[in-house]
């Protein structure tokens, strides 16, 4: 049974180009999430999604970003115009169960650099 | 202190000694949940602990859950070199309907000599 995973692993972008992460859940899990994890810091919460919806997009920038879960193939998380501080390690999770009690599995992340 | 902090920041132990790493909390949590980073990779889940639950094992691990004093702890007996990584401790908040919001801390860095 795979994990979750993302494609790219790393992305190289210069400032202003679109950056587009994929996200393909653990089989069996309709409901993904993404974080963001800045050098040094912990991971930070940007949005939750189940097929088709967005359930919590409160921790996105309202600009630039977004985030889709089609009925069809991977999670994407988008960022049009890159600026530099976008650069970060950009994680996805699935679960099976959508009230967190039941454990959030990660993929091995996307390493975003904006140049 | 911000939801989800560990301490201490950083720790350095020779291969075969106990680790042990703090976490600390601020709101009314369901579960509480141990990950393991390794430099430069995703990360990897140790172990989930319920709010109702006071200790759980998990073969070398050991997590402690005190939700009176809003902390926990995680063991990691008789380390080894493999061991080396950074560890984050996560919560999901109770209330507000957003118990999937998992907030982590900074992490503790642990460094086992060989």
């Known amino acids: 049974n795979a994990g979750v995973m993302q494609n790219p692993r790393h992305l190289v972008r210069r400032r202003g180009q679109e950056a587009r992460l994929r996200c393909s859940p653990m089989?069996?899990?309709?409901?993904v999430y993404w974080y963001r994890q800045l050098p040094e810091e912990g991971l930070k919460f940007m949005v939750y999604?189940?097929?088709?919806?967005?359930?919590?997009e409160s921790g996105m920038p309202k600009e630039r970003f977004s985030a889709e879960f089609p009925k069809e193939g991977p999670s994407i998380l988008r960022i049009q115009q890159v600026v530099r501080g976008d650069s970060a390690a950009y994680f996805c999770?699935?679960?099976?169960?959508?009230?967190?009690?039941?454990?959030?599995?990660f993929g091995p992340g996307t390493r975003l650099t904006v140049l | 202190s911000q939801q989800g902090e560990e301490d201490p920041q950083a720790l350095s132990i020779q291969e075969g000694e106990n680790a042990t790493m703090n976490c600390s909390y601020k709101?009314?949590?369901?579960?509480l949940q141990w990950y393991r980073q390794n430099s430069g990779r995703g990360l990897v889940h140790l172990i989930l602990?319920?709010?109702?639950?006071r200790e759980k094992h998990s073969g070398r691990l050991r997590v402690t859950l005190d939700t009176s004093k809003k902390s926990s702890s995680l063991l990691i007996t008789a380390s080894r070199a493999a061991d080396t990584a950074s560890y984050f401790c996560a919560t999901d908040a109770r209330s507000g309907g957003s118990n999937y919001k998992l907030t982590f801390g900074k992490g503790t860095l642990l460094t086992v000599n060989p």
């Open positions: 999604l189940q097929k088709e919806n967005i359930i919590d």
């Open positions: 709101t009314s949590i369901n579960n």
């Open positions: 602990i319920r709010s109702n639950e």
């Open positions: 999770a699935s679960s099976p169960l959508d009230r967190g009690t039941d454990t959030q599995y």
């Open positions: 089989k069996g899990h309709s409901h």
